[in-house]
């Protein structure tokens, strides 16, 4: 069954359908595209996957589990399976690279020296070991969005949401974070829902792409369907 599956979602917000009637089911092991202008939906439907917005009608399942009905102690549990990357990094300034990345782990209470050698590894893996002790405004955009990533991953989520993560950086840069994204894909299997306003993007890494337009979802299929030359 999908990761994660939405079925018959509509979320409204006072008389405003962010999202109507919305079906979508994303497979594990898959990097999966939403695709839309901005006012689309696509801020809304990460929302409701990390359990931060409620549903207005219709389910949401993670892991075969209705969020939906879920309650809050149950919900903290679903979100430590799923990390998150933000357009803006969301980096703790004061606080160095480092300890952002180990954030994650104290709040989950890991002790000391394991977040140290969890630390280590995801530093390594996104190529910044050497900037373990500089603070986030020493560093270069398409950097900060790898502590990002090593943050993100830090509590070994299963689903990684990228919410226009790239779109803060030059084209070159994209590139490099959008590789990075790619390989903790392939190498760890994790499913990634990519978000974003940038065609580019989705014709980088993502199998396969859903279109939303006005709260609704207009096409979704492989990306060489969905995109194919008339
Ligand atoms: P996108 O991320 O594609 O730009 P959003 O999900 O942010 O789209 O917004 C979809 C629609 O829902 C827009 O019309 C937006 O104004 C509305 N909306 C989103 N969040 C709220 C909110 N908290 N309160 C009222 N309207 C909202
Ligand atoms: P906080 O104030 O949130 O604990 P710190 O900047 O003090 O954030 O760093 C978090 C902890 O991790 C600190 O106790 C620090 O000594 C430890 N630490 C940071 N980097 C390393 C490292 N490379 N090896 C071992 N321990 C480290």
């Not at 760890?188 to 014709?203: A, K, Q």
Request: aromatic residues 6%.
């Amino acid at each position: 069954s999908p990761l994660i599956e939405f079925r018959g979602v509509t979320k409204s917000f006072g008389g405003t359908a962010a999202l109507s009637d919305v079906d979508l089911a994303v497979e594990a092991g898959e990097v999966f595209a939403v695709i839309g202008h901005s006012g689309a939906g696509k801020s809304t439907l990460v929302r409701l996957v990390n359990a931060l917005e409620k549903v207005t009608s219709g389910s949401l399942l993670v892991d075969g589990v209705d969020i939906t009905t879920l309650p809050e102690r149950r919900l903290r549990e679903v979100r430590l399976g799923i990390g998150m990357v933000f357009q803006q990094f969301n980096l703790f300034r004061s606080r160095t690279v480092f300890a952002n990345v180990a954030y994650p782990l104290k709040v989950a209470g890991w002790a000391k020296a394991d977040r140290a050698e969890r630390v280590t590894e995801l530093l390594n893996f996104v190529g910044l070991v050497d900037k373990a002790w500089q603070y986030p405004d020493q560093l270069s955009g398409g950097q900060k969005q790898r502590v990002g990533i090593a943050r993100a991953l830090a509590t070994n989520p299963r689903i990684l949401l990228a919410d226009e993560a790239t779109s803060a950086l030059d084209p070159e840069t994209t590139g490099e974070v959008l590789r990075l994204l790619k390989r903790v894909n392939t190498e760890f299997g994790v499913t990634i829902v990519v978000i974003t306003h940038e065609m580019e993007v989705v014709r980088e890494i993502a199998d396969r792409v859903a279109v939303l337009e006005g709260g609704r979802v207009v096409e979704v299929g492989p990306l060489h369907e969905v995109f194919a030359d008339p």
